[in-house]
């Protein structure tokens, strides 16, 4: 259950109006489903292996619905199981959690409680290894990419561009949902190990003695249950790129092995004593605040050391002003395209309520509120109805200066925010051009060479704004105050 936008799943339940709310939401967010309404179904479907997440309502499963559970997880050992009951009880949520269930709900059930499930379930998925040989694209728009022109954005890309051949380690550090998987990904792209593999692995996903032997390997007969060796994920990433997510919440003993490891460049599989010499770089991404951590003594200061080399942080998507309105536009392109529908673009009151929501889940929370979108609306124009999952408790508050009382304080806000992001192309041209210039160290050469431009052009460019710029004495009388 690797990759989170599409898990394979399961739904068994007698209600066809509960199987088709699943179909609809699962649908929306782009799972794969297949759904069943027999409970003599759900044994050969499961010893199948194929899915990664079962959603099964309990009555489906009789008197002996515990101890069917408890099979279906020895059977499917990776299946993530989510049970549904109209029982609200203590009791019957401990007897499902006991049986092996990563969560348990009751009904009515609601799209969002269920959406939650899934993240839920998906955040803490069995599966943590993954290895994908990405080739590099640097003529083409397809593969991984960061939206968005803004200062911010645009110092991240020359950030990339910067460290990409680079071997020593790179920290990318944000909050959840603002990209730092994908900034790893185009870390190895643009690298010279770029037709190596890249290997991710979630170190918050497994405890400890678990994870060791996922990032180091092990032998047969290392402990109960390794019938055979296993090839660890620096191994596997041996020439290419070894990615670390959520590298804050590795256990402290652990940590001393992975210095060691990036110290020597050697690793030791679990119950091996012979060290094999393995040749990858290491990048981390934590939405941890680190040096916090090793006050507290949870993170080793010396392991820190060690992998803040290089860094890159990642900005909220409350501090990117404009590429707000244009990830959404991606978003909503992709998903029209995706979904076979009409399109027709977002009308305003859609962008009003966009910039009005702070998105504490940042990129990704933006991502399934379009995608929701562009399923409620057929398609078509995405209106501010079509946006579920706006509450207020998201709602951004933003000190006014303003001192007349007839226009509601939200709605100004929501206007000035609204007019900020849809300022003049050439002025946010300007703004990141400046800014990129101001990266490169004043070097108009460097910029152009990071903004693919000739040199000549930014002259141009620079030479016509400044042009345009009104001498701040004339100010008034231009704008016909005087």
């Known amino acids: 259950m690797t990759d989170k936008s599409r898990l394979s799943i399961l739904a068994a339940d007698s209600q066809p109006s509960i199987l088709r709310m699943y179909e609809k939401l699962l649908g929306s967010l782009g799972h794969r489903l297949e759904?069943?309404?027999?409970?003599?179904?759900?044994?050969?479907?499961?010893?199948?292996?194929?899915?990664?997440?079962?959603?099964?309502?309990?009555?489906?499963?009789?008197?002996?619905?515990?101890?069917?559970?408890?099979?279906?997880?020895?059977?499917?050992?990776?299946?993530?199981?989510?049970?549904?009951?109209?029982?609200?009880?203590?009791?019957?949520?401990?007897?499902?959690?006991?049986?092996?269930?990563?969560?348990?709900?009751?009904?009515?059930?609601?799209?969002?409680?269920?959406?939650?499930?899934?993240?839920?379930?998906?955040?803490?998925?069995?599966?943590?290894?993954?290895?994908?040989?990405?080739?590099?694209?640097?003529?083409?728009?397809?593969?991984?990419?960061?939206?968005?022109?803004?200062?911010?954005?645009?110092?991240?890309?020359?950030?990339?561009?910067?460290?990409?051949?680079?071997?020593?380690?790179?920290?990318?550090?944000?909050?959840?949902?603002?990209?730092?998987?994908?900034?790893?990904?185009?870390?190895?792209?643009?690298?010279?190990?770029?037709?190596?593999?890249?290997?991710?692995?979630?170190?918050?996903?497994?405890?400890?003695?678990?994870?060791?032997?996922?990032?180091?390997?092990?032998?047969?007969?290392?402990?109960?249950?390794?019938?055979?060796?296993?090839?660890?994920?620096?191994?596997?990433?041996?020439?290419?790129?070894?990615?670390?997510?959520?590298?804050?919440?590795?256990?402290?003993?652990?940590?001393?092995?992975?210095?060691?490891?990036?110290?020597?460049?050697?690793?030791?599989?679990?119950?091996?004593?012979?060290?094999?010499?393995?040749?990858?770089?290491?990048?981390?991404?934590?939405?941890?605040?680190?040096?916090?951590?090793?006050?507290?003594?949870?993170?080793?200061?010396?392991?820190?050391?060690?992998?803040?080399?290089?860094?890159?942080?990642?900005?909220a998507l409350r501090e990117r002003g404009n590429d707000l309105i244009e990830l959404a536009r991606h978003f909503y392109d992709h998903y029209v395209e995706l979904e076979g529908g009409e399109g027709g673009g977002l009308t305003q009151s859609a962008m009003m309520a966009l910039v009005e929501h702070s998105w504490p889940g940042n990129v990704r929370e933006l991502q399934n509120v379009i995608r929701r979108g562009v399923v409620m609306s057929g398609g078509g124009r995405l209106d501010a109805s079509d946006l579920m999952g706006l509450e207020d408790t998201g709602r951004a508050t933003h000190p006014l200066n303003a001192t007349s009382s007839s226009v509601p304080q939200n709605v100004v806000s929501s206007s000035r925010r609204l007019i900020d992001v849809l300022r003049p192309l050439a002025e946010i041209e300007r703004e990141i051009v400046e800014s990129v210039i101001e990266l490169s160290g004043g070097s108009v050469p460097k910029a152009a060479a990071a903004l693919r431009l000739s040199p000549s052009t930014l002259y141009r460019k620079r030479q016509s704004w400044s042009a345009r710029t009104i001498p701040e004495d004339h100010a008034i009388d231009r704008v016909g105050f005087g």
């Not at 200062?151 to 890309?157: D, I, K, N």
């Not at 090839?231 to 003993?253: N, Q, Y």
């Open 35 to 315: 759904t069943i309404r027999e409970g003599s179904e759900l044994e050969g479907r499961v010893r199948q292996g194929r899915y990664d997440v079962l959603i099964v309502d309990m009555t489906l499963l009789g008197p002996q619905g515990e101890r069917t559970l408890r099979a279906f997880t020895q059977a499917a050992p990776e299946l993530q199981i989510i049970a549904v009951s109209d029982r609200a009880t203590v009791s019957a949520a401990v007897s499902a959690i006991k049986a092996g269930c990563a969560d348990f709900l009751t009904k009515p059930l609601s799209m969002q409680t269920l959406e939650q499930a899934l993240e839920t379930v998906s955040d803490t998925e069995k599966p943590t290894l993954r290895v994908d040989i990405i080739k590099p694209t640097p003529k083409s728009g397809d593969g991984p990419n960061l939206v968005g022109f803004s200062p911010a954005m645009q110092r991240v890309q020359v950030t990339i561009s910067n460290f990409a051949n680079s071997t020593a380690p790179v920290l990318i550090t944000g909050e959840s949902g603002t990209g730092k998987d994908v900034s790893a990904t185009l870390l190895h792209q643009k690298g010279t190990r770029a037709n190596g593999p890249f290997v991710a692995i979630n170190c918050a996903a497994l405890p400890g003695e678990l994870m060791e032997s996922e990032l180091f390997g092990h032998v047969k007969g290392a402990f109960t249950g390794a019938t055979t060796d296993r090839v660890g994920a620096a191994l596997a990433a041996h020439g290419g790129m070894l990615f670390l997510d959520e590298i804050g919440e590795m256990d402290i003993t652990l940590q001393a092995k992975l210095l060691r490891f990036l110290q020597t460049g050697e690793i030791k599989k679990v119950g091996s004593d012979r060290a094999q010499t393995v040749d990858v770089r290491v990048v981390c991404a934590t939405n941890r605040d680190l040096p916090k951590l090793v006050e507290q003594g949870v993170f080793r200061e010396d392991l820190y050391y060690r992998l803040n080399v290089l860094t890159i942080a990642m900005p």
